[in-house]
């Protein structure tokens, strides 16, 4: 029986898929190969940049026209800067592979000579000599090409420029690159010249970058679908909108949320049991709390400082403190941590994401805070929530100073302690969800907490005071109102965050509550 992939390249006789040869133009590619261009594939991790790869080596394949063959170079990684062991690492890739897939023994057989070229000509003398010899023109791709570090990287791209003339009678007819990055990107340090390389200048033989992007909601819901006609297990029609909220396609979370609600989650291997969107939230909270493998690369991501110096304003809410840095922008973006709209609003990538970053950043805070659940809960089963606003409040007032120190987002601190303070009593039963709206100054969250068959609902819209007190209530009103009319209900909160260290928390801290078109809203400051 298949099952949702969620660990290396799919294979179509035990994964469900979406046909990796339809998830880019395949006419395109096949033109720019005919055309001889070398060109590049680039994509956040686990997207299914190796898949569609492998998929359209098969296709090149049976169509004989060329051989085409796939390398994975990511073991010469270890080299380092020792370009001779990397080279070495990459002529062992190349004799395995063309033995694999084509069934050609020439690089094998002649290895030993092979060797024995130049450390900065082993890659072009091999690829010349096995072009030369075999009966068809090559086609290459080379995954996990921006792996490679330093003067290794460097060596490589130069010498796939160096042959580029020859081709495709002494070299191969097309060279495909696949990377999280766009070549362009690189900033390579030389240790050899003792400078920064770009990856434009070492490589500027490139024709074209593509990019694989998320799954489509269609290709979303075809994916489920193969569950569906495999096994009989249906899914609820409303589930395929929040798992799109969830994840917004992105296709590991995709396949990650589909293995957990119909193998991890045990209850449903009984594939007469309907797929809810109860369900559904189960496995999206089993998920962030076991950050497995990809999430947990993405996470690491965050202490990099030019992943900080976009990531941070966005959880902070703020405007990016001297403009943004395209480099550190687009570094962002292949990453898959941020999406870019096309009016230019800058958000996190998804849902998950959105709930996980902050979750990671107060880590610390939340499990050596004391709080219990219980302490809120009303007899109906309902959280008090200005009760609990109150309690932040007043341990805010007491050890923000100390605590926001402590964060290495420290201009995100004061949003970061509240959110660690709701996740910790929350995660009693309930679900925190979270919004940035890029340049809009505050954050958007809403509490859910089921009880007694209901679901209570509350919206805490968080913002900096940047104007005068007045502005600042006047504007959060607006937007906690229309936060709260969004996800339908009547229970808001603002709370206003004054960083002015000349005033004392007498004159930074209250509660009132203001009627807003009809609705009470409670504000707080602090």
């Known amino acids: 029986m298949k099952f949702f992939n969620t660990a290396g390249p799919i294979q179509s006789d035990i994964h469900y898929q979406v046909n990796p040869l339809e998830r880019w133009n395949l006419n395109e590619i096949l033109e720019l190969i005919n055309n001889r261009k070398y060109f590049v594939l680039h994509a956040p991790r686990q997207t299914g940049k190796t898949s569609s790869m492998l998929a359209l080596m098969d296709y090149i394949n049976k169509e004989s026209k060329y051989h085409a063959v796939y390398i994975n170079i990511e073991a010469a990684q270890t080299a380092r800067e020792n370009v001779r062991a990397g080279m070495e690492s990459i ?32 890659l072009t003398s091999t690829l010349s000599f096995i072009c030369k010899k075999i009966d068809k023109p090559i086609v290459l791709f080379i995954d996990e090409i921006d792996a490679l570090i330093g003067d290794t990287l460097i060596s490589v791209l130069r010498q796939l420029r160096s ?9 191969p007819q097309s060279v495909i690159l696949c990377g999280v990055r766009d070549v362009r990107d690189y900033r390579i340090h030389s240790s050899r010249e003792k400078t920064i390389i770009t990856g434009g200048s070492a490589f500027n033989i490139k024709a074209k970058s593509l990019r694989i992007g998320n799954f489509s909601k269609a290709e979303l819901k075809y994916l489920l679908n193969e569950h569906t006609k495999e096994t009989g297990q249906e899914f609820e029609e409303n589930i395929y909108e929040l798992f799109w909220k969830y994840t917004e396609g992105q296709p590991w979370l995709v396949n990650a949320l589909a293995y957990e609600l119909t193998y991890e989650i045990k209850a449903n291997r009984d594939h007469n049991i309907s797929i809810t969107k109860k369900h559904l939230e189960q496995a999206k909270e089993n998920l962030i709390q076991r950050r497995d493998t990809h999430l947990d690369q993405l996470v690491d991501k965050l202490k ?10 966005i959880v902070a809410t703020q405007s990016i403190k001297g403009g943004l840095k395209e480099d550190d922008l687009q570094y962002v973006v292949d990453l898959g941590l941020i999406t870019i709209s096309r009016n230019g609003e800058i958000k996190i990538a998804n849902q998950i994401y959105s709930e996980i970053i902050p979750r990671v950043l107060s880590w610390n805070l939340q499990v050596s805070l004391v709080q219990k659940t219980e302490w809120y809960q009303e007899a109906s089963g309902k959280i008090n929530m200005k009760k609990l606003i109150a309690a932040f409040q007043q341990f805010f007032r007491e050890n923000s100073e100390t605590w926001l120190q402590r964060f290495d987002y420290h201009e995100a601190g004061p949003q970061l302690l509240l959110q660690a303070f709701l996740q910790r009593i929350i995660n009693g039963g309930g679900r925190v969800e979270r919004e940035y709206p890029y340049g809009s100054k505050r954050t958007d969250i809403l509490v859910t907490w089921p009880y007694a068959e209901k679901i209570q609902k509350t919206i805490i819209e968080l913002k900096i005071k ?9 504007h959060g009103l607006i937007q906690t109102h229309d936060y709260m009319d969004k996800c339908g209900t009547k229970e808001g909160h603002l709370i206003i965050f004054d960083r002015n260290k000349d005033k004392t928390w007498d004159e930074k801290v209250f509660s009132k509550i203001y009627n807003h078109k009809g609705i009470e809203i409670t504000v707080w400051g602090m």
């Open 91 to 122: 002529l062992y890739e190349l004799s395995d592979r063309f033995e694999y897939h084509i069934e050609n023994k020439l690089i094998q057989e002649n290895y030993e000579e092979l060797k024995k070229h130049s450390t900065h000509s082993i």
């Open 163 to 171: 042959g580029y003339d020859k081709r495709p009678k002494a070299f």
């Open 304 to 313: 990099e400082p030019r992943v900080k110096r976009i990531i941070e304003p």
């Open 466 to 474: 940047y104007k005068t007190l007045e502005k600042t209530i006047e």
